[in-house]
């Protein structure tokens, strides 16, 4: 089992910033690839950001590329890591609960093909 504990969500104003974590461990997490993606009330989980094992392959949605960056801390084990959501520019379409994910490559992530998801944390844009 893997375990993904979300935190740094928040109330921020529009064209503000804020930097979202996701602590992963609970078993060897060599080669799985993180991600984030958000559900809106009423609306659909969709896919934010994933970033593979090694930090080398990115990819984003087209709604946030520009404005957000994902990055990871795998801290020399493969039995936690940490990934970031560095989220600026932020809109008011952006509100939204923030899941962390973990699976097998990003090209299944990004498609939200995922073994593991995190609880999520609260990301409220205001105009």
């Known amino acids: 089992q893997v375990q993904l504990v979300e935190s740094g969500g928040g109330l921020v104003q529009a064209g503000g910033s804020l930097r979202l974590s996701c602590a992963a461990s609970?078993?060897?997490?060599?080669?799985?690839?993180m991600g984030w993606f958000r559900q809106a009330p009423g609306k659909e989980r969709e896919f934010v950001a994933t970033?593979?094992?090694?930090?080398?392959?990115?990819?984003?949605?087209?709604s946030v590329k520009g404005r957000f960056a994902i990055s990871r801390d795998n801290a020399k084990t493969t039995v936690k890591t940490t990934v970031y959501l560095q989220m600026n520019s932020l809109k008011p379409e952006d509100t939204a609960v923030y899941l962390c994910?973990?699976?097998?490559?990003?090209?299944?992530?990004?498609?939200?093909?995922?073994?593991?998801w995190g609880q999520g944390t609260q990301v409220t844009v205001s105009s």
């Open positions: 994910s973990a699976g097998a490559n990003v090209d299944r992530q990004r498609v939200g093909v995922t073994d593991y």
């Open positions: 609970g078993r060897t997490l060599s080669n799985y690839a």
């Open positions: 970033i593979s094992w090694g930090g080398r392959s990115t990819y984003y949605a087209d």
